[in-house]
């Protein structure tokens, strides 16, 4: 088992170093550089003094190497240096908002484990049954449903029903307070955009969990069990579901990483002043020194999350292991 | 409906013989996968809507109309007006126009890029496979939606054409998922004598890859392509909801949430509502399509 985890850990410095690469050159494709990009972009007459200044202050008057060792030795430290736009450094820009989008991500997970596995188990237990088409439609409508259009009309309801039930409209909390300050208060504005996300993740892992159970429940151990004359709830929960919850660990861990994409426009209808909304100005801003840095954020975080998985499945499979 | 699926024992009419295996194939389609008719249909509606937009939508979908803006549904204009008094029925029409040609073009793009490389891959294997795969594992822990983003801050200075732009984004991200599915069916197909007898043959390496290993993995292709396509349209309104995608005034589903659908749900709620329910139905169409698309095409990957 250890010799799988040190391997498995090994396994994650290749890619990281990999898309640090590929960030850092993505962005050097760019046509002139980001200085003259900005200034040109500001309409104004574009200043040599100014755009030297700019390029001396990003480090990119430099030859192609250093800044490249520059850069990396910045990710090895934290240090992503000065966002361009707000010039604000931007470990600190992340840091503001990176505790909220994390409660998104948590609250989406939670909340999609709790629909999923239940859903999925009665689906496949009772599979082809008018239950099973329900459930199906359900999930497949989660894949369909845009999260950015479940979450303006779960505002459109709330505005309506508090608005005919109270007389007064609702208004959507606008400044972020830590759960353990004030948990009302935080709940009532993270709430609603977990769900726009949490809906959508759940209709994945409720799929997963339907055919994976599907299939551990046509295995010989099952009909054994059956023979035994075990209660059917014992068989499902205590043979079946086990088994069949390692594919559904996988894609419950995979998604994880990528809620921080879904929060890119959960965030913006919801107005939440986290990761994603910072990572679209940043697009929309031109700030590419803030772009290359959230990019290598979310990067980062899938990878750790798939390690975090894969050691999981290892300790929970040990046929893995020994592979 | 005759039974179909060519070898099996079916009915004894004689058309069968006739039918191409393509009109087999749908015929088994609609008895047999009847959810995966109705998606076929969603896309079938949608196609039409967006070929003929310009026969179809009663009134023109750029044009503004101060005099009424947030009309109501009603008998005129039948999904009520936008924000700058534009027909919205009109405008989901053309909007259907928009999500077709990003997503048919950056779809069948991306997948076809990805089916080269990864035939390629598999084909010739040794370092080239393993440092395009290693490459695509980088290119694969970048979220979708991430990916396509940056794409668009490196690309957006390079390309004026927004629709250009958003294709692109959308395309290149497609390329490495294909090429993983594709390159894992190859690796199957280059066990096959008859790839070492083409080489024997003395065939080249890119008639080899073409002309006879392409043609046996298009199942996951075509299974690749409608999954793409049902994505891209999701993608390319997101990219447009966040004001990175389509720029106005053209007609595009995930333009018409922008902005004015917050501002004014409550007073007019159709205006979030319509272009909302066009992006689902597209999308549930083309997955309920490419599920049933699967299933018939390749019953090895039936459970997933």
Known sequence: MYEYIVKRILLVFPTLLGAAILVFFLLRLIPGDVCELRMAGEGAFVDEEALDACRANLGIDQSIFIQFVDFMWGLIRFDFGLSMWSGQPIVYEIGLRFELSLQVAIMATLFSIIISIPLGTISAVKADTWIDYVVRTFSIAGIAIPSFWLGILIILFLLIFTQSWFGVAWMPPIQYVPIWVDPWYNMSMLIWPALATGYRYSAVATRMTRSALLEVLREDYVRTARAKGLLEKVIINRHALKNAMLPVVTVIGIEFAFLMGGLVVTEQVFNLNGLGKLFVEAVTNNDYSLTQALVMVVVTIFVFTNLVVDILYAWLDPRIRYN | ?304
């Open chain 2, 1 to 304: 409906m005759a039974t179909a699926s060519g070898s099996l024992v079916g009915s004894k009419s004689e058309d069968i013989a006739e039918r191409t295996p393509w009109s087999a194939v749908l015929g088994d389609l609609i008895r047999r996968k009847p959810l995966g008719a109705a998606g076929g249909l969603i896309v079938i509606v949608m196609v039409v809507s967006g070929v003929f937009a310009p026969l179809i939508a009663p009134f023109d979908p750029v044009v503004n109309d101060y005099a009424n803006p947030h009309v109501a549904p009603n008998l005129t204009n039948l999904m009520g007006t936008d924000q700058f008094g534009r027909d919205i029925l009109s405008r989901i029409i053309y909007g259907a126009r928009t999500a077709l040609l990003i997503g048919f073009i950056s779809a069948f793009v991306g997948a076809f890029s990805g089916l080269v490389l990864g035939v390629a891959s598999a084909y010739f294997g040794g370092l080239f496979d393993m440092v395009l795969q290693r490459f695509m594992d980088i290119v694969m822990a970048f979220p979708l939606i991430i990916l396509a983003l940056s794409m668009i801050a490196v690309l957006g200075p390079l390309v004026d054409n927004d629709v250009l732009l958003v294709i692109l984004a959308i395309t290149i991200p497609f390329i490495p998922r294909c090429a993983r599915v594709v390159r894992s069916s190859a690796l199957a197909i280059r066990e096959i004598p008859y790839v070492d007898a083409a080489r024997a043959c003395g065939f080249s390496h890119i008639r080899i890859i073409l002309r006879h290993m392409t043609p046996n993995v298009m199942a996951p292709f075509l299974i690749m392509i409608t999954a793409f396509v049902g994505q891209a349209i999701l993608l390319e309104a997101s990219l447009s909801y966040l004001g990175l995608g389509v720029q106005e005034p053209i007609a595009a589903w995930g333009l018409m949430l922008q902005g004015g659908a917050e501002e004014y749900a409550e007073s007019a709620p159709w205006i979030a509502v319509f272009p909302g329910l066009a992006i689902t139905l597209a999308v549930f169409g083309f997955s309920l399509f490419g599920d049933a698309l699967r299933d018939t095409l390749d019953p090895k990957l039936r459970s997933q």
